[in-house]
């Protein structure tokens, strides 16, 4: 979704407030494709803060299902999301010279589209930067059986999970060779 920010640009200490939809049922990013199960509408408090600049504040809460990361069960994963930005017109200038290390501007140019804040893009940054690296169902949790792949958190499977020294490998290699039947 588009947002126009033109009249915070142009009008000095201009603040809007604004509660803006996020219209996504699902996130997609390099670990796959996410079904999104509760979301809330992304508030949003835009304030000029100089001439052709504004501050992006906000805030989002969406709730995904994920996968355990040792047992694979599904995860409900809640992400509260609170971040600050900082954007700039297309025509935002300092001092008459054109301003692009002043203001991140790979950042601001991501984020907009000419004077429109593409609020889809700035929650998709925010869900990247705030993604987990594992996901647990529970601090506990024992994951799968290496064997016959039962969940066991709901109990033992009966597999065989003796594991040999690896550095005993060589001597029982030799005594396999070498025994008389």
């Known amino acids: 979704m588009l947002v126009n920010l033109t009249d915070v640009f142009t009008n000095e200490g201009q603040v809007q407030e604004l509660d803006v939809p996020y219209d996504a049922d699902a996130f997609t990013n390099h670990f796959g494709t996410f079904q999104i199960r509760e979301k809330s509408p992304v508030a949003l408090r835009l304030s000029n803060i ?11 809460r969406f709730t995904f299902a994920l996968a355990c990361d040792r047992c694979l069960r599904d995860v409900d ?59 647990l169902c529970r601090e506990d949790c024992r994951g799968i059986c290496k064997t016959c792949g039962r969940n066991l958190n709901d109990g033992g499977c009966g597999c065989d999970d003796f594991v040999p020294d690896p550095r005993m490998a060589a001597i029982k290699d030799l005594f396999n060779a070498n025994k008389e039947v």
């Open 50 to 60: 100089g001439r052709s600049k504004a501050l992006v504040q906000g805030n989002a």
């Open 77 to 135: 994963y809640t992400f509260d999301l609170s971040f600050d930005s900082v954007v700039v017109s297309p025509e935002y200038t300092d001092g008459g010279m054109e301003c692009k290390d002043s203001v991140d501007d790979e950042d601001s140019s991501e984020l907009m589209e000419g004077y429109h804040l593409n609020v889809d893009e700035l929650i998709k940054n925010e869900l990247l930067l705030n993604w987990p690296l594992k996901v």
